[in-house]
């Protein structure tokens, strides 16, 4: 097909191509509304999720049912490992129009939507059951009216998962372990304030240049899911990994709105499917391999730590303090809004 056929998406060429590859794929915003037989449109999606885990192969999902509903005529294309730059870069581009769509961590979308980072507070779900209620069947509505104003739109839910702490000088059994240690943070100041509460400095360092932060000495360690550790490679750089499952990470994939706007009705409904279904497929795919990631810790020579009860309770009253610094300061609607679901 050639470039003349293709349906146009973007308000300037210019400014958004990167090279021939992304020339290749560009799509466009020109007229107020696309019509999927006016010739191809392909809308670019963007995740840090690398090439192999349940997050590509979920988007892989997405891609096929898209393709085939149209007879080819409008193709997402994903950028993984994060090709087109870290979380917050990319959610950013997603909000200007630059790429179409975009799947990560409530984190990431926090910097962009602030109180989004209520859902990621240390030991605020006592279960994975208790965190799908709420995101599902109590707070959907407003998670999208709050995107939506935000210039997104909800297509569904995913998660990364519990984080917990990879380091390269052994154990974290008590806050104390800790002390005097410069741990990679997420740069949402909820997580910043979590690794201050257990006793760290955070370095606030975007997941591209985390690899490098960690075999450089730069930090210490980091706090992330089973899942992502491996599927990063972060796994290299750490002699210890502690089950502290301090931080629930939800994730979702959103479009842009206008460009979602621009779409035809029945392409909008093959993009965005039934969410439940898609939010329980997504999360199942994460769940899946949870126990075979911990395995594969001894298998890399990594030592692990289950953390005790006992243990969890000490972290859990020692972070609870970041709570109320995220009411003070972000307010407390989204906050009260899971909290009474808990």
Known sequence: MTDSKKKILEPTRRNF??????AASTFFIGRPKAHAEDGEIVLKFATVAPS???????TSRLKKRVRDGTDGRVRIKVYLGGALGDENATI???RKRGIA?????TAAIASIIPEFAAFELPYLFPSLSAADNVLDNHVTGTVDKMLRKAGFKLLFF??????SIGTNFGFVKSTSDLKGKKMR???HDVHQNTWRALGASPQPIPVTEAM???QTGVVDGFDNTPLFTFAASWFQAITHFTLTRHSYQPAMAVMNLDVWNSLPKDVQELIEGDIKAESAYGRKKVRAIKKQLISNFGAAGIQVHDSTSSELKAFASATKPTH???TNKYGSTLYNAITKHL
Do not use: D, I, Y
């Open 17 to 22: 191509m990167v090279g021939t590859a992304a």
């Open 212 to 214: 490098t932060a960690l």
């Open 101 to 105: 769509g975009w799947a990560g961590t």
């Open 185 to 187: 943070s997420q740069q």
């Open 92 to 94: 950013s581009r997603c």
């Open 52 to 58: 192999g885990t349940p997050w590509s192969k979920h």
């Open 158 to 163: 995913s998660e990364n998962g519990h984080r």
């Open 324 to 326: 109320k610094k995220f």
